[in-house]
């Protein structure tokens, strides 16, 4: 229909190539063909595409003779061209046509994805202000998230937090859990939550808690519909609160609490990160989740940098509706692009990130640094003594190698915000986007400024530019720019230090295998020392393609040009104005820095000019000059000025799309499923588990087309099902308005031209008409399918029958698997295995979720072997690693046992009849030793250990878990194991000798035994 991510496909037809580009849309073409749904065919327009490419390569073969056999040959080498374009060219042309227009729609996902990405990467920290609007110091924020509860789940948790965003405490609200009940109020009186008795008691103890700790800010995380009830009983009772202690509230700095509503897709994924697990192991879960949204108040871009790290857990986040057709290599390119974009725009506080870690997870996104020089560089600071005294003390301790520093300095601010850091006495000018390659002139302006000469030190001149900024905006940079230039020598006297490859790649390491780095050798990792090292590539060396430094010049020895500003970083576009040091390098034409010539570029002052011109070709130009005086005068107006968006509560309509999804998919006309709660006349009340669980209403009207519905209790009852078209959607009250009439059930031809015909003139609607006759043609026809069709993506999954998958994997190695679905049931899948038996064992694989109208995977996953074992998994991809490759790799142990006697090498598999045999021949021979291991071949996946040690030859079983082999209801790791503790004792149990095992082997109940 015309909904789903993949609707645009279904009617393409003589599409221009070209109307592709810049689109996504073969991208869906692409995935809806994977899926088996289209099929794609690209082709000349007409056949006189074809002659035009036949008839140049005629002119080169054809004869220009007129005898009869020439005209023969003539024809032979037509059809032989006309055959060679068919067979070989076309087909040539078609693959790398395919190539490039599915690279192309890639890009186009990338990009809107990435951008999706910089809304996370941009949102600002809420504002915690107080009257006079300056923002609050000692901070402490509170963070609300819903849980289900019972059985369900974790309850509704509230944590704590201090300024530096360590956890100071939580509490549980186990009655605002699950489906928090709605208000009921009296007729003549007010509502109050105190007097809930249903909610009663949390209400109480959350006042407790707001007492005992006076928070500025409450964030409540809207993750689930029920969440704005949560939301809204907190709310009132803060209310009540400030309504009782007006006093103890008005002691805030704030005056009051602040209220907010969060995204918590970010804390979501911060919760099962491996930061959150090394950070806090013993928490729940959902206390993870509220510490995040709590630290997203304090430091939105932190939080979301330790998911965009190497494990990247922001794949978890749903940023695109495509993503899953992408590469993931792929999305984390662009990942590492936006957060490293976002951080040098920001800037990093390194004394910040020594003595709060959570927020030194942007460090490694720094220009020029990486995961393992990030790492290193905190572990020598917080070695060091735990603080920086200034940007200087990285180069004069040894911390950061010069192309590093050049790179990454103007991004890590040095102030004295941490307890370690009060020791030392700070330029103000190290907290601010300034270049310390361009300090110099920054001190020359401020002295320029002040215009006295009675202040001497550089800080001192800094301070007074940051307290008279009236002055620093009104001030003539051109003219400044204009005297400073005929100065005979250069203003970055310690621009030369810096050693940079042309193209330097700057950001976070590629190669970093992880942050830990050995403490011996962390010196000879970051601080390349000129002298000793000829190659400074390495300190550079870890970093992919991000966002790169202007100013990199090509010859390393050469001084820098001073028509780039050091440590500029090319971004997206923005004002000139908006940020200062992120400007595009001048193109103004200017002499070198130094006053060397190069004879090779004529644009320079030929070797015979007078020692007198000297001073003006070494001058800095004055172009080029001001345009750094430019970034260098916003920073001394707004020193590091955060150019993030200013912050804004969710809406109710954001948070309603922020649950439901993509509003392409939420349209008018949609047919979803929905679960009545319940029923009254006028309409049926439920809840749309696509939706996230948003509330949906059938009202009465809506109810059929072909008669009056007077009460909806004749046609749906608490607990049903309902398919239903969208008709309305309330987003201020996060409604979804339903309707079962057969009119708009049946409208799917309206809504393909509206939403897909209006899009794309190249989709082709049928008629009414076309349609009928359709149905009518294939009425009878279709044969019912053999399998559920599931659109389940996994490279071990296929929509194949238990037949074909068997044959399929007995083609090849053993422990070759495929994950099928049940040819009746959606609530299960098969695993269809080979055997080194030469069968095929199929494993029941039960679905625990609730079922989905799209037949989409409802984890997590269970599967019982054997009566008593079960094993649960969260989805395929666990499946198969905890699941499937242990069973296969003991299986592939079992088929290289000395002692196997079930093929394919030792032959094909016997049945225990003919192994008895084998035994018995063998028996007093010089090579029998007694035993062999076998597979039942009635049983596909049960074993046995055969011998002959007395009067009979005898069996034992055992099977294949994925701990190991489980044999005399014990587990053994190894089939060396098993066999010394048979060894042991060969007869065992003399009951259990001969008893075949329960329920064997893990095969669907009914399924034929026989090999295949």
């Known amino acids: 229909n015309a909904f789903p991510p993949l609707g645009i496909s279904k009617r393409i ?44 390569l005629q002119d080169l073969y054809v004869s220009d003779g007129t005898e009869e056999n020439s005209q023969v040959w003539n024809d032979m080498r037509k059809e032989a061209l006309k055959l060679a374009v068919d067979k070989y060219v076309l087909p040539s042309i078609r693959s790398e046509t395919r190539r490039r227009l599915a690279a192309d729609a890639m890009e186009v996902v990338l990009q809107e994805t990435a951008d999706n990405l910089w809304a996370y990467a941009t949102k600002a920290p809420i504002p915690v202000t107080n009257e006079e609007g300056a923002e609050v110091e000692d901070k402490r924020i509170m963070a609300a998230v819903y849980g289900a509860g019972d059985k369900a789940g974790p309850p509704s948790t509230v944590v704590l937090l201090d300024q530096h965003g360590n956890l100071v405490d939580f509490l549980h609200l186990p009655q605002l859990s ?125 939080v979301l940098s330790s998911t965009c790290g190497q494990f990247k857990e922001i794949l978890t986040v749903r940023l695109h509706e495509l993503e899953k057709y992408i590469p993931r290599e792929l999305k984390g390119r662009y990942i590492d692009e936006v957060i490293c974009t976002a951080v040098a725009q920001t800037g990093v506080d390194l004394n910040v990130a020594v003595s709060e870690p959570w927020k030194g997870a942007t460090l490694p996104f720094v220009p020029g640094l ?44 040095v102030t004295n915000s941490s307890a370690a850091s009060q020791q030392y006495g700070f330029d103000l000018i190290d907290a601010t986007r300034i270049h310390p390659e361009d300090y110099e002139l920054a001190y020359a302006l401020a002295h320029a400024i002040e215009g006295t000469g009675e202040l001497d030190s550089g800080n001192d001149v800094i301070e007074f530019a ?86 990199a010049t090509s010859d390393p020895t050469a001084p820098l040009d001073p028509t780039s500003s050091p440590g500029v970083v090319q971004t997206a576009e923005k004002p000139e104005e908006a940020q200062a040091g992120v400007t595009e390098p001048s193109d103004a034409p200017g002499p070198p820095v130094t006053g060397e010539l190069d004879e090779q570029q004529p644009s320079q002052v030929a070797p015979e000019v007078a020692p007198e011109m000297a001073s003006e070709v070494a001058a800095v130009d004055a172009a080029a000059l001001l345009t750094k005086l430019i970034d260098i005068r916003m920073e001394l107006v707004a020193p590091f000025s955060d150019i993030r968006p200013i912050f804004k509560d969710l809406s109710n309509e954001d948070v309603f799309w922020m649950l439901a999804g993509d509003k392409r998919a939420v349209k008018i006309g949609r047919k979803i499923e929905a679960k009545i709660r319940h029923v009254s006349e006028e309409a049926a009340a439920g809840n749309i588990p696509e939706l996230n669980n948003a509330e949906a209403l059938i009202e009465a009207s809506a109810v059929s087309s072909k008669q009056l ?35 708009h059930l049946n409208a799917d031809v309206e809504y393909e031209t509206q939403y897909l015909a209006m899009e794309d003139p190249y989709y082709v609607v049928p008629d009414k008409e076309t349609l009928q006759q359709e149905e009518a043609r294939l009425k009878g026809t279709k044969a019912r399918p053999k399998i559920t069709v599931r659109p389940i993506r996994h490279p071990y999954f296929k929509n194949v029958t238990a037949a074909e998958a068997a044959s399929e994997v007995l083609t090849g190695p053993v422990g070759v698997s495929i994950i099928r679905p049940a040819a009746k049931s959606f609530k299960r899948l098969y695993i269809t295995m080979s055997m080194p038996s030469g069968m095929v064992l199929n494993v029941g694989v039960k679905e625990l979720g609730t079922p989905k109208s799209n037949l989409t995977l409802a984890g997590p996953l269970e599967v019982e072997p054997i009566p008593g074992h079960k ?33 394919p090498e030792t032959g094909p598999a016997k049945s225990w009849e003919e192994i008895k045999d084998d035994l018995r021949l063998e028996k007093g021979s010089s090579s029998f030793t007694g035993y062999c291991i076998a597979p039942d ?76």
Request: glycine share 6%.
């Open 709 to 743: 519905v007077q009460n909806c209790r004749d046609f749906f009852r608490p607990g049903d099902t309902a398919v239903g078209a969208i008709i309305a959607i309330d987003t201020e009250n996060a409604v979804v308005y339903l309707s079962t009439a057969s009119a």
């Open 871 to 903: 094993f649960e998994y969260e989805d395929l991809d666990e499946l198969v690693v905890r699941f499937i490759d242990p069973i296969a790799a003991a299986m592939r142990s079992l088929s290289m046992h000395r002692k196997w006697r079930g093929g």
């Open 466 to 551: 940051l307290d008279n900024r009236d002055r620093v905006e009104m001030f003539n940079l051109a003219a400044f720019a204009d005297k400073q230039a005929k100065k005979p020598q250069a203003l970055n006297p310690a621009s030369s230090a810096g050693v940079v490859r042309e193209e330097a790649p700057i950001g976070v390491g590629a190669d970093d295998p992880s942050p830990d780095v050995i403490e011996g050798h962390m010196q000879e990792e970051l601080a390349i020392d000129d002298d000793d090292n000829d190659d400074d590539d390495d300190d550079v060396q870890d970093a992919p393609d991000v966002p790169q430094v202007v100013g």
């Open 178 to 302: 699950g489906f928090i009940a709605k208000r009921r109020t009296i007729a003549g009186q007010p509502y109050s939550i105190f007097d809930d008795p249903k909610k009663n008691r949390d209400a109480m103890r959350f006042r407790e808690f707001i007492e005992a700790h006076l928070p500025h800010a409450l964030v409540v995380g809207m993750g689930h519909p029920e969440a704005k009830s949560l939301r809204d009983e907190l709310h009132s009772v803060i209310d009540r609160v400030a309504a009782d202690n007006t006093m103890v509230l008005q002691s805030l700095e704030t005056g009051a609490i602040l209220k907010f509503s969060a995204d918590e897709s970010i804390a979501m994924a911060w919760e099962n990160s491996r930061a959150a697990e090394s950070e806090l192991p013993s928490s729940p879960s959902i206390i993870r989740r509220a510490v995040a949204l709590a630290r997203q108040a304090l430091d939105p871009l932190a």
């Open 937 to 1012: 071949v009635y049983r596909p996946g049960a074993f046995y250990i055969a011998h002959h040690i007395g009067s009979s030859p005898r069996r034992e079983y055992f099977i294949v878990l994925p701990e190991g082999f489980y044999f005399r209801k014990k587990m053994y790791g190894t089939v060396e194991h098993m066999l010394a503790s048979w060894k042991k004792n060969p007869f065992g149990n003399v009951t259990q000798t001969y008893q075949q095992p329960q329920a064997m082997p893990m095969q669907p109940p009914g399924y034929p035994m026989q090999p295949y």
């Open 13 to 56: 037809k003589n599409k221009p190539l070209s109307t592709f580009k810049r689109k996504d849309t073969f991208l869906r073409l692409t995935a809806a063909e994977q899926e088996g749904l289209v099929k794609i065919d690209l082709n000349l327009a007409n056949q006189e595409d074809l002659d035009a490419i036949v008839a140049p």
């Open 370 to 413: 990486g995961y393992r020089k990030a790492a290193a560089l905190l572990k020598m600071i917080r070695q060091g003594g735990g603080a920086l005294g200034g940007r200087a003390f990285l180069v004069e301790q040894d911390l950061l190698g010069p192309v590093v520093y050049r790179n990454a300095a103007p991004f890590l601010m």
